[in-house]
């Protein structure tokens, strides 16, 4: 970096912060020394208590700013971060600080929680749309050039397995072999993706995400029918289903006015998880289990970011609270679903709620099901109790150890829950984060 940079908070410094200071000057108030957080700009700049008349930042000021004492101090009582803690910060980490501060130490949110913001296309002389102009520039600040243009075959090639998996048959690269008249290039990608095997690529990932099996997965590992709902999400990726659509439907299906019984199906992806059928087990204790599980899947494969350490904690690096983590529990903690409905010897392939689905079914509304048999199919679903059941913050995220109660609510940091909206019955659903 030249001298006349600018020191970004979020892309130089967290990073630094987060790796060497915030375990003990972080977010968890239970392992935070000397009541000084410097993940916030308050905190941060807020007078030391134990050092009445000093602050630990000073905007401008490296004679008045303890952080920039410490960190170059070489006297073991007075550095930071301590020796004890077998860290230390590099000369370069010491010298963005340093700049850092000299330029006004500014904090900036998360770029995570910020909304997005449309960047102005670059201007550029090569490319075919607005991504190729965002590499291109991209490319010019690493002296590099574009690849040679591909030759159709390469082309059709890569769209074929990026877009269905499959290599292509030798008809479709004999009738785009060299994307004349009106076999184009772009009619191949609407060929492509009109091909069954485009949803089926698709959902190889989305069933990851949604922790998706055939079995329950502990050790009797039983045989289980959640197929159906794999089968529904090849189905909605193939008819393009809108994706708030897709998102709530998984979510919350069996809460909308009158759902269909492909909306309630669509909720199966909330009973992906693991179930035990192991005897002698505490009910209570798996059905907890198994909300945690949809809490956790929630945040990681909807909201893209891990707040399971908030379980047992407030969370170290991020800006979740125990308090919100329960909050958002709660959401997933009114289901009619129980911790336990027998051993092995009682095994179904399908547990508390369960939609049946008939032939009538198979040839109506649930006609992608790939099930030409004329037995009845049982999936694991979502629904409701009617009477709300009281949610508590673990303590250290155990079970039998509830303390106090909490409301369904969703983090403040991501998007806080409008206060005109339900929340004795909803799950969250998209709708409830399309202003971040």
């Given at each position: ?26 977010p ?96 550029v ?21 574009p ?12 769209a ?11 008809a ?9 008249g009106?076999?184009?290039y ?37 045989f ?64 907890i ?15 893209g970011?891990?707040m399971?350490?908030a ?7 991020d800006?979740?609270?125990q ?40 040839d ?7 099930h ?42 991501i ?10 019955s909803?799950?969250?659903?998209p ?6």
């Amino acid at each position: 970096m030249d001298d006349s940079d600018q020191i970004s908070y979020n892309f130089h410094i967290r990073p630094i912060l987060s790796d060497k200071c915030f375990t003990c000057h972080g977010p968890d108030a239970n392992k935070r020394e000397a009541d000084l957080r410097l993940d916030t700009e308050a905190g941060a700049y807020a007078a030391l208590k134990e050092s009445p008349g000093k602050f630990a930042l000073v905007s401008g000021n490296l004679e008045k700013s303890e952080v920039f004492h410490r960190i170059t101090s070489t006297d073991p009582g007075e550095m930071m971060p301590p020796p004890e803690s077998n860290l230390s910060l590099s000369e370069e980490e010491i010298t963005l600080i340093k700049r850092w501060i000299e330029q006004g130490a500014k904090y900036e949110p998360h770029w995570a929680f910020l909304k997005v913001k449309k960047p102005e296309v670059p201007k550029v002389d090569w490319g075919n749309n607005e991504i190729d102009a965002f590499t291109f520039r991209k490319m010019q600040t690493k002296k590099l050039e574009p690849n040679p243009e591909a030759k159709p075959h390469e082309l059709i090639k890569r769209a074929s397995l990026d877009l269905t998996g499959l290599p292509p048959s030798p008809a479709i690269l004999d009738k785009y072999a060299d994307f004349s008249g009106e076999n184009t290039y772009e009619k191949l990608l609407d060929e492509l993706l009109h091909q069954p095997a485009f949803g089926e690529k698709l959902a190889v990932l989305w069933l990851d995400i949604s922790r998706y099996a055939d079995s329950y997965g502990y050790q009797d590992d039983e045989f289980r029918s959640q197929w159906p709902y794999r089968d529904w999400v090849i189905h909605a990726f193939n008819q393009n289903l809108p994706y708030d659509q897709f998102l709530t439907w998984q979510l919350a299906g069996d809460l909308l006015p009158n759902a269909t019984k492909e909306q309630i199906l669509a909720t199966a992806f909330n009973r992906n998880h693991k179930y035990t059928e192991e005897g002698g087990i505490i009910e209570e204790e798996y059905r907890i289990e198994y909300v945690l599980d949809k809490t956790n899947t929630f945040s990681k494969g909807i909201l893209g970011i891990t707040m399971e350490c908030a379980q047992c904690h407030d969370h170290k690096y991020d800006p979740f609270s125990q308090k919100e983590y329960y909050e958002l529990f709660a959401f997933f903690n009114n289901s009619k679903e129980k911790g336990f409905e027998g051993d092995i010897s009682q095994t179904k392939p399908a547990k508390t709620p369960i939609l049946w689905i008939e032939r009538d079914d198979l040839d109506g509304i649930l006609h992608f099901i790939n099930h030409p048999d004329t037995t009845k199919l049982m999936v694991s679903v979502m629904g409701e109790n009617e009477e709300k059941r009281t949610t508590y913050i673990l303590d250290r995220g155990l079970y039998d150890a509830p303390t106090v109660p909490v409301d369904a609510s969703t983090p403040a940091s991501i998007f806080e829950f409008p206060e005109n909206l339900e929340k004795k019955s909803a799950r969250p659903g998209p709708m409830d984060y399309q202003q971040r």
